[in-house]
């Protein structure tokens, strides 16, 4: 199995991620990509966050990297400026002004942080029920705006359970409660399916995606890549589409997706 498409894709500008911009272009294009997404993680002005995201200097050649490679490669792939942002009501203004002002074509939403009096603080250093109930609202928020394409691993909170009981999964029916009422699809992670963590679930969670089959929210796929060699992984594509068919996820198509972009650039 393969897809044509994907809209989650990293720079090495953010500290985690290697290989050159060109790298993901040439990579995506010969596994069949048609439609490839730079979403690095959201450079944030006044804001540092070493090896998580780029420093907020470098936009200007992220965006004139991607815009060149878009112009080069014009003939054999359409390629996509854009960012995935952790929703942060201090910083509305400015993901506004990317979409209006700057030329980005799209904002997907990925809460890894979260904002307390100017310090980002990562969500998984705390397990207590109002933590999980944050994660649930800023994302409500972010998908209140109209700004964000998707909401990128959605199950990301997982990380934070050693079982899928019934609090995972009264967390995972109130996100797709939210994803339903906003028109909101939800990502099914490939670059989860890498990780390994002692004692505690991973993402993308099998039992998630149950849940997100019985509620029949809307699904997209996401590489999430941090290497160009990524492409190349079909297992976790196999994986992806496994779970697709086992429980009827409710897929979008790309043409929709792409609808989308243009609709909120237009």
Request: charged share 25%; net charge negative.
């Given at each position: 199995?393969?897809?044509?498409?994907?809209?989650?894709?990293?720079?090495?500008?953010?500290?985690?991620?290697?290989?050159?911009?060109?790298?993901?272009?040439?990579?995506?294009?010969?596994?069949?990509?048609?439609?490839?997404?730079?979403?690095?993680?959201?450079?944030?002005?006044?804001?540092?966050?070493?090896?998580?995201?780029?420093?907020?200097?470098?936009?200007?050649?992220?965006?004139?990297?991607?815009?060149?490679?878009k112009e080069k490669y014009k003939k054999d792939i359409n390629i996509y400026l854009g960012f995935e942002c952790e929703y942060f009501d201090?910083?509305?203004?400015?993901?506004?002004?990317?979409?209006?002002?700057?030329?980005?074509?799209?904002?997907?939403?990925?809460?890894?942080?979260?904002?307390?009096?100017?310090?980002?603080?990562?969500?998984?250093?705390?397990?207590?029920?109002?933590?999980?109930?944050?994660?649930?609202?800023?994302?409500?928020?972010?998908?209140?705006?109209?700004?964000f394409l998707y909401v990128a691993h959605p199950d990301l909170y997982i990380t934070l359970f050693s079982s899928f009981d019934e609090n995972?999964?009264?967390?995972?029916?109130?996100?797709?409660?939210?994803?339903?009422?906003?028109?909101?699809?939800?990502?099914?992670?490939?670059?989860?399916?890498?990780?390994?963590?002692?004692?505690?679930?991973?993402?993308?969670?099998?039992?998630?995606?149950?849940?997100?089959?019985?509620?029949?929210?809307?699904?997209?796929?996401?590489?999430?890549?941090?290497?160009?060699?990524?492409?190349?992984?079909?297992?976790?594509?196999?994986?992806?589409?496994?779970?697709?068919?086992?429980?009827?996820?409710?897929?979008?198509?790309?043409?929709?997706?792409?609808?989308?972009?243009?609709?909120?650039?237009?």
């Open positions: 199995m393969k897809i044509d498409y994907c809209l989650h894709t990293h720079t090495s500008r953010c500290g985690h991620a290697t290989g050159t911009d060109e790298m993901y272009v040439q990579e995506a294009i010969k596994i069949g990509v048609t439609d490839l997404g730079f979403s690095d993680h959201v450079f944030l002005p006044g804001l540092r966050n070493p090896v998580a995201r780029g420093d907020y200097s470098l936009l200007p050649d992220y965006k004139n990297s991607v815009l060149s490679l201090e910083y509305l203004d400015y993901y506004k002004s990317l979409l209006n002002n700057e030329g980005f074509d799209y904002l997907i939403v990925g809460q890894h942080f979260f904002l307390n009096d100017g310090e980002l603080f990562y969500f998984r250093n705390d397990l207590s029920p109002e933590n999980l109930q944050r994660y649930v609202h800023e994302i409500e928020k972010a998908m209140k705006t109209g700004l995972a999964e009264k967390i995972a029916r109130e996100l797709c409660r939210l994803s339903k009422k906003y028109d909101i699809p939800f990502e099914l992670n490939l670059n989860g399916m890498t990780w390994s963590l002692p004692a505690t679930l991973t993402y993308p969670n099998e039992d998630f995606w149950r849940v997100v089959g019985e509620e029949g929210c809307l699904v997209c796929v996401g590489y999430d890549s941090h290497q160009p060699e990524f492409f190349k992984e079909t297992k976790y594509i196999n994986r992806a589409y496994d779970w697709i068919e086992k429980y009827k996820l409710n897929t979008i198509s790309k043409e929709e997706l792409i609808k989308r972009i243009n609709k909120k650039t237009s």
